[in-house]
């Protein structure tokens, strides 16, 4: 079994200037640049053969190079408490079609669909019980984040592996936009 998701890399000048934002929140696992992505659907726990499968149909997705915009900060909650904090991305047609083409090649090979709405972001930290009044100032502070444009000329599919200290990603396939 491998756990893998598609994704979008994050260059390193644009990581550099994030781990500018990556602090004055107590307690937060803030991403290392190596981790930082822009998922574009997590397809879970998946046999070797499903794996191989959805590769073959990842690798004739098509498409323009195209350009994304950080935009924004938030937070993801469940039930009021805080687990996450994210920098968001500006709206974008291209981004959504392929994001919508890595949800087809999944249902092709059998993959459930996904029941969340796909909603684009990069998260920057992971928070266990944060306090949320200091979420929100950390939110205020941050929330005029804007990158400059991303060029966007492929997307890869990522293996994904739990520790301790939270999870490692390793690149197992690149698919370019052309």
């Given at each position: 079994?491998?756990?893998?998701?598609?994704?979008?890399?994050?260059?390193?000048?644009?990581?550099?200037?994030?781990?500018?934002?990556?602090?004055?929140?107590?307690?937060a696992?803030?991403?290392?640049?190596?981790?930082?992505?822009?998922?574009?659907?997590?397809?879970?726990?998946?046999?070797?053969?499903?794996?191989?499968?959805?590769?073959?149909?990842?690798?004739?997705?098509?498409?323009?190079?195209?350009?994304?915009?950080?935009?924004?900060?938030?937070?993801?909650?469940?039930?009021?408490?805080?687990?996450?904090?994210?920098?968001?991305?500006?709206?974008?047609?291209?981004?959504?079609?392929?994001?919508?083409?890595?949800?087809?090649?999944?249902?092709?090979?059998?993959?459930?669909?996904?029941?969340?709405?796909w909603?684009?972001?990069?998260?920057?930290?992971?928070?266990?019980?944060?306090?949320?009044?200091?979420?929100?100032?950390?939110?205020?502070?941050?929330?005029?984040?804007?990158?400059?444009?991303?060029?966007?000329?492929?997307?890869?599919?990522?293996?994904?592996?739990l520790?301790?200290?939270?999870?490692?990603?390793?690149?197992?396939?690149?698919?370019?936009?052309?």
């Amino acid at each position: 079994m491998i756990r893998l998701f598609a994704a979008l890399p994050v260059p390193e000048e644009i990581g550099i200037a994030l781990a500018a934002r990556q602090q004055g929140l107590e307690g937060a696992r803030w991403r290392p640049q190596e981790a930082l992505h822009i998922t574009l659907r997590f397809y879970g726990e998946l046999r070797e053969d499903i794996a191989r499968d959805l590769d073959a149909e990842l690798s004739t997705i098509r498409g323009e190079p195209f350009e994304i915009t950080l935009q924004g900060v938030g937070a993801f909650a469940d039930g009021g408490d805080v687990h996450a904090i994210w920098a968001g991305l500006e709206e974008n047609r291209p981004l959504k079609r392929l994001a919508r083409a890595c949800e087809v090649a999944a249902r092709r090979v059998g993959i459930r669909g996904e029941s969340r709405r796909w909603r684009p972001h990069l998260t920057l930290a992971y928070l266990r019980h944060p306090e949320p009044d200091h979420v929100a100032r950390w939110i205020q502070a941050n929330n005029l984040l804007k990158s400059p444009p991303i060029p966007i000329e492929r997307f890869g599919l990522y293996s994904s592996f739990l520790a301790r200290e939270g999870a490692h990603y390793r690149l197992e396939a690149e698919y370019p936009l052309s």
